[in-house]
């Protein structure tokens, strides 16, 4: 099998397209997809300064070693961040692989923790709530949404990109679409350019399946161990589902992609809520208490 672009050896199929590449080729188009995602939503402007959140998970290593390569021909700065949940014997692995990565890149690189921010560790919040609610992904998600913003505001960010791809954003809708949450699908959608700091999913068109062969021919040195709470919802499920969709009808996840754009622009103007400021930590939202403060008054309640 010959690459379409350059007669070397291919070694990526690309099935939804039916391209031919070689593993450099194949890394020049994630280059360009990217970049194109990025433009079209207008999600780095000139001399930004982009916090790049990473987890040490392939999805925010590709991201990185990306936006890096990126910011080296465009006009804008980046600076890794990475949240520390306080899972003990997950994130430490992780932390030392990002520190390296960092290290080898010449990218700066600050850590935040839930235990400085919050007062409480992941691990702790668990045992504080009574049985299995809040699940442990909406409790770190919530937390991880408000590290992230405080990271950013502490070196001073305009932007905030995650690692988020193709996969993670249809599951999102699915999940969002199951939960009832019809705010929250107008959250998905990338225009949302009023935000103080925007936060931006460079990758959102590129596949999961991608970024893993991105990761695995660039020697990226990602970590492989899963966060013990994965399986804990529904999205594991939500990701077998779609795989085994896409693998009997190719194409599907873009597809789903593409009416998400249209419906959580939609969504977005119907559902419009006014920001307001939480009474008890000042950031904004859109009830008197954030969700964050809520939380944790709910958690120490216990
Ligand atoms: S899987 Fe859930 S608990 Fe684990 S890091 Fe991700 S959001 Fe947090
Ligand atoms: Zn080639
Ligand atoms: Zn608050």
Same mark, same amino acid.
């Given at each position: 099998?010959?690459?379409?672009?350059?007669?070397?050896?291919?070694?990526?199929?690309?099935?939804?397209?039916?391209?031919?590449?070689?593993?450099?080729?194949?890394?020049?188009?994630?280059?360009?997809?990217?970049?194109?995602?990025?433009?079209? @939503?207008?999600?780095?402007?000139?001399?930004?300064?982009?916090?790049?959140?990473?987890?040490?998970?392939?999805?925010?290593?590709?991201?990185?070693?990306?936006?890096?390569?990126?910011?080296?021909?465009?006009?804008?700065?980046?600076?890794?961040?990475?949240?520390?949940?306080?899972?003990?014997?997950?994130?430490?692995?992780?932390?030392?692989?990002?520190?390296?990565?960092?290290?080898?890149?010449?990218?700066?690189?600050?850590?935040?923790?839930?235990?400085?921010?919050?007062?409480?560790?992941?691990?702790? &919040?668990?045992?504080?709530?009574?049985?299995?609610?809040?699940?442990?992904?909406?409790?770190?998600?919530?937390?991880?949404?408000?590290?992230?913003?405080?990271?950013?505001?502490?070196?001073?960010?305009?932007?905030?990109?995650?690692? @988020?791809?193709?996969?993670?954003?249809?599951?999102?809708?699915?999940?969002?679409?199951?939960?009832?949450?019809?705010?929250?699908?107008?959250?998905?959608?990338?225009?949302?350019?009023?935000?103080?700091?925007?936060?931006?999913?460079?990758?959102?068109?590129?596949?999961?399946?991608?970024?893993?062969?991105?990761?695995?021919?660039?020697?990226?040195?990602?970590?492989?161990?899963?966060?013990?709470?994965?399986?804990?919802?529904?999205?594991?499920?939500?990701?077998?589902?779609?795989? &085994?969709?896409?693998?009997?009808?190719?194409?599907?996840?873009?597809?789903?992609?593409?009416?998400?754009?249209?419906?959580?622009?939609?969504?977005?103007?119907?559902? @419009?809520?006014?920001?307001?400021?939480?009474?008890?930590?000042?950031?904004?939202?859109?009830?008197?208490?954030?969700?964050?403060?809520?939380?944790?008054?709910?958690?120490?309640?216990?």
């Amino acid at each position: 099998m010959i690459c379409d672009k350059c007669q070397k050896q291919a070694a990526y199929s690309r099935k939804y397209s039916g391209e031919n590449l070689c593993s450099e080729c194949f890394a020049n188009s994630i280059l360009r997809k990217a970049a194109r995602t990025i433009s079209k @939503h207008k999600m780095i402007k000139n001399n930004e300064l982009v916090c790049v959140a990473v987890s040490g998970g392939k999805d925010s290593l590709v991201l990185l070693d990306v936006l890096n390569k990126m910011s080296k021909t465009h006009n804008f700065r980046i600076f890794a961040v990475t949240i520390d949940e306080g899972i003990p014997g997950y994130r430490d692995e992780a932390l030392k692989i990002v520190e390296k990565f960092c290290a080898r890149l010449n990218v700066e690189h600050r850590t935040f923790s839930y235990k400085e921010l919050f007062d409480l560790t992941l691990e702790e &919040s668990l045992e504080l709530r009574n049985g299995q609610k809040p699940s442990s992904c909406s409790i770190c998600g919530t937390f991880r949404r408000r590290a992230l913003d405080h990271a950013a505001k502490i070196i001073n960010a305009d932007v905030i990109a995650t690692g @988020h791809n193709l996969d993670d954003v249809v599951q999102t809708f699915l999940i969002n679409i199951l939960s009832g949450d019809t705010n929250k699908i107008g959250w998905m959608d990338p225009d949302i350019s009023s935000n103080k700091v925007r936060k931006i999913k460079p990758f959102s068109e590129i596949y999961e399946s991608e970024i893993v062969f991105y990761a695995f021919t660039n020697d990226l040195p990602f970590q492989t161990e899963p966060c013990p709470h994965m399986n804990e919802g529904i999205r594991t499920e939500i990701r077998e589902f779609l795989n &085994s969709l896409e693998s009997n009808h190719i194409g599907v996840k873009n597809n789903i992609y593409s009416s998400i754009l249209k419906i959580s622009q939609f969504t977005n103007k119907v559902s @419009h809520k006014e920001k307001r400021i939480c009474l008890v930590c000042g950031n904004q939202c859109t009830g008197k208490i954030c969700s964050v403060c809520n939380m944790i008054t709910d958690l120490k309640s216990k």
